[in-house]
């Protein structure tokens, strides 16, 4: 019914002090650190006109995740009930693409450098968006 | 440098009256209709405590856009500079996937009946979340 699977090549790679799922912070408000993004220099261009101060969606594969995870208790607590979970932002779902909001702090050639990515290193970027405002 | 590629498989499809790209809007305060998510059965129990009244993002698969553009003029406006489409939204990106923050109006078995998504009919959908609170 739903047809066939696409496949997605990351564009770029996180540069993180995070390097353990189990010590990254579940929402940036939760302590995410600084890091960088690298992204691979045949997307170069793709990078015009991204500057310091622009407020970014990154989107990221989140690669250690398990997709086979349908029903979890959410945040971890076995105390709540079970839910779907398309109704949690777990990471482990059928397709773990991870919504990061950010603040772009520099773009230096293909590196952009961005504050609380709670992301851990290596984790694959599969694209970046600004946040909508009215005129991009 | 990115490592390999990933493969994900949609876990359902965009019912809707938009069946034409350029008919489109480009965003969902610029007239989206009301449409379905109708999810493949095998996901069925991702659904579990989704409910009408949920703000949730769902993330599709844009299968029409062209994966080769890195630059574009914003909003197709040709009096404005070329920017590269990680600094606009563009459907045209390498990694085409299409954020739609919508109201659920209700859940249906397998079928989400959702407000204001501006995305045309088919257009296979990768993940549904829930917009960020502090208990989810």
Known sequence: MTGGAVEISPVGRVESSLVDRSAAPRQPDEGAPEAWLVIDER?????DGLTAGDQVVVLTWLDRADRDTLV???RGDLTRPPTGVFATRSPDR???IGLHDVEV????GPRVHVRHLEAIDGTPVLDLKPVLTADR
């Open 94 to 96: 059928p397709n773990p």
């Open 72 to 74: 979890v208790h959410p």
């Open 105 to 108: 702090l520099a773009v230096v």
């Open 43 to 47: 997307y170069l261009a793709a990078l």
